[in-house]
């Protein structure tokens, strides 16, 4: 009895046909609740309303003029909202699988999408640049505080190293120091750098007589060693600047910005070389410098991670171990800090990621650009991905005959002069990783009036960028504009301790 009520119930549950139901009624298994005729009409009841049903999911797509009019508005709205979430799902999977970094990479050729070039993109916003004003130069009509010159508390004669900015920057300095000492300042000597070889001299490089009149209510200079001056190897090695007075920072900048002027021969190549920049089109055309560095050296110095073949990679872990032993070491830690370096933005820019954060901003292919450069480490390969997307890319050799560059070519620092005004001079100027030639540039430009924009990316937030394999091109696009809206030379508050060779704003400078 317990089997066959346990059966009876499957069957009453399970049995959904009329056949079945049917037969379960002939053997006396019917609901005491529900009359026989009643299940008979449950099953008319079931066919209408699945053609109701069915009838009813017609009439979204129809004019049955039985539907309310209320129901095909919603209906409508409906399937409209429908399309518009698979419209944006479409276009964030497209976003997606347009990775910055796989710009339609044809081998060593990247093709990147066109960006709308911004109304600013070859001078800052003229409303941010009118606040301030230069201050440092030498104020004419005021008496000289300099004390007899046979009170004088001594004499300072230094030796300038490393490459031209550096010895820019240290020239600055000694004149500080002078006056600060107040001391009669010997007329600096250039020392040859291990790296750059290079014999050249003061009055090689700079107008003296501009030099001694432009300061002479400063300090008094003097162009030779006195006769009873006794030469000593070493004196100081170095000075530190710590909480100097305003008035012997605005010395500073009045030097660098006033007092130290290259030889006219100089400035006329460098003008000239500009001139051709903006007029390589056949009419007038705004110009970018790009300072790039990636020469073997910077590389190799840097102890970074780039992109290459394990014989590139092989060659360059022999050059660091030769040239840096200490910082090598065993090598074995080096690949953490390559990736910590990279993350923290401390890496410089290899000239593909230069290019796409370009066109990122908006630079068309057009653009004309002189590239201030040492050899780039990988030669043509390197530099490809950035050529191919910027075809008008010259250097100083490029613009000018051999003839014209001859007459600079036995002193290095010379050339380095070139490169250093025709990057002054331009509308838009690019640094690629620091230095003390970026930053010199970037602070003259600010000092003339930070209308010209000088770039400055933000190399920690590209890094990321790069290594996103998820960031489409649309979001990167807008990263880079919004990221360098502020990085562009614009006015900055000074802080303690801050570069006054990149930031003069104060005192070097006065509001407008």
């Known amino acids: 009895m317990a089997e066959l009520r346990h059966s009876s119930s499957l069957g009453s549950r399970a049995s959904n046909s009329p056949m079945k139901r049917d037969a379960g009624a002939g053997a006396g298994d019917s609901s005491p609740l529900i009359p026989d005729n009643h299940l008979a009409d449950d099953d008319e009841h079931d066919r209408h309303s699945s053609k109701d049903r069915d009838r009813h999911m017609c009439s979204f797509f129809t004019d049955d003029p039985r539907v309310s009019p209320h129901n095909s508005r919603i209906s409508l709205v409906f399937t409209l909202l429908l399309l518009l979430v698979g419209l944006v799902s479409l276009f964030t999977i497209f976003n997606n699988l347009n990775a910055p970094y796989l710009c339609k990479k044809d081998g060593i050729v990247l093709h990147c999408p066109h960006v ?131 008035e012997i920072n605005k010395l500073r900048c009045r030097v660098n910005y006033h007092a130290l002027k290259f030889l006219p021969d100089i400035e006329q190549m460098a003008n000239s070389l500009a001139s051709r920049m903006r007029n390589r089109t056949g009419s007038s055309n705004p110009y970018m410098a790009l300072h790039l560095r990636f020469e073997k050296g910077m590389v190799g110095l840097s102890f970074c991670d780039f992109v290459g073949t394990r014989e590139e990679k092989a060659k360059m872990a022999e050059y660091r171990k030769k040239e840096w032993p200490r910082r090598y070491k065993n090598g074995s830690h080096l690949w953490q800090l390559a990736l910590q370096k990279r993350k923290e933005g401390r890496c410089p820019l290899e000239p593909g990621e230069v290019a796409v954060i370009l066109r990122a901003m908006g630079y068309p292919k057009e653009t004309q650009i002189y590239v ?141």
Not at 489 to 507: A, C, K, Q, S
Request: hydrophobic share 35%; aromatic share 10%.
């Open 116 to 246: 709308k070039e911004s109304p600013s993109l070859w001078e800052n916003p003229f409303s941010s640049t009118t606040s301030w004003k230069p201050c440092a130069e030498r104020q004419d009509g005021v008496l000289p505080e300099l004390p007899p010159e046979n009170e004088t508390n001594g004499y300072i004669f230094i030796h300038a190293e490393g490459g031209l900015n550096q010895q820019r920057i240290a020239i600055c300095n000694a004149v500080a120091v002078a006056k600060i000492l107040n001391a009669t300042l010997i007329l600096p000597v250039l020392k040859q750098d291990q790296i750059w070889k290079d014999q050249t001299k003061f009055e090689d490089i700079f107008d003296v007589d501009h030099f001694i009149d432009y300061l002479k209510y400063d300090v008094r200079i003097v162009r030779d060693i006195p006769e009873w001056f006794t030469d000593k190897s070493e004196l100081f090695t170095s000075i530190r600047y710590d909480n100097v007075p305003p």
């Open 372 to 512: 201030a450069s040492g050899q780039v480490y990988g030669g043509q390969n390197r530099m490809a991905p950035l050529r191919n997307m910027f075809p008008n890319l010259v250097t100083k050799e490029e613009l000018a005959t051999k003839e014209e560059l001859d007459g600079f070519r036995k002193h290095v620092t010379s050339l380095a002069a070139l490169d250093f005004l025709v990057c002054l001079k331009s509308d838009v100027f690019v640094m690629t990783h620091g230095g003390n030639f970026a930053k010199l540039i970037i602070g003259a430009r600010r000092y003339m009036g930070h209308r010209l924009k000088s770039i400055k990316p933000d190399k920690g937030l590209m890094s990321k960028s790069f290594g996103d394999p998820y960031m489409g091109w649309a979001p990167f696009v807008e990263d880079v504009v919004v990221t360098h809206q502020t990085r562009t030379g614009l006015p900055e508050e000074t802080f303690p301790n801050y570069d006054l060779w990149e930031n003069p704003l104060t005192p070097c400078m006065c509001r407008a």
